[in-house]
């Protein structure tokens, strides 16, 4: 099991970039697929991107040419590098750890959430 610390988020210009970290501790954040959510106030928390165990991706539409999931196991940490922001993506954004059916099933593995970081894109 993990627990994650995310960083990076702050105030931005419209069309400026930010780099989100996302930095895990405990174990096992290899067998993790990472994701990064986000949250507008009076919004539903909605998936931005996600990375798998074995490094395959996805987007959401609203963020596609424009934002990048990455990890690095050996720092075990994912990033979200974001480019080209706009005011709607303006949210607390969440990082999300979701084990494997074997980590679930054989280790007791749950999903796990980060306590969040704002992102603020604003002239």
């Known amino acids: 099991q993990v627990q994650l610390v995310e960083s990076g988020g702050g105030l931005v210009q419209p069309g400026g970039s930010l780099r989100l970290s996302c930095a895990a501790s405990?174990?096992?954040?290899?067998?993790?697929?990472m994701g990064w959510y986000r949250q507008a106030p009076g919004k539903q928390r909605d998936l931005v991107s996600r990375i798998t165990s074995g490094g395959s991706t996805n987007v959401a539409d609203s963020v596609k040419g424009r934002f990048t999931i990455s990890r690095d196991n050996a720092k075990n940490t994912v990033y979200l590098q974001m480019n080209s922001l706009k005011p709607e993506d303006t949210a607390v954004y969440y990082c999300?750890?979701?084990?494997?059916?074997?980590?679930?099933?054989?280790?007791?593995?749950?999903?796990?959430w980060g306590q969040g970081t704002l992102v603020t894109v604003s002239s």
């Open positions: 999300n750890a979701d084990p494997s059916t074997f980590a679930k099933a054989r280790m007791g593995f749950t999903e796990v």
């Open positions: 405990g174990s096992g954040f290899s067998i993790y697929a």
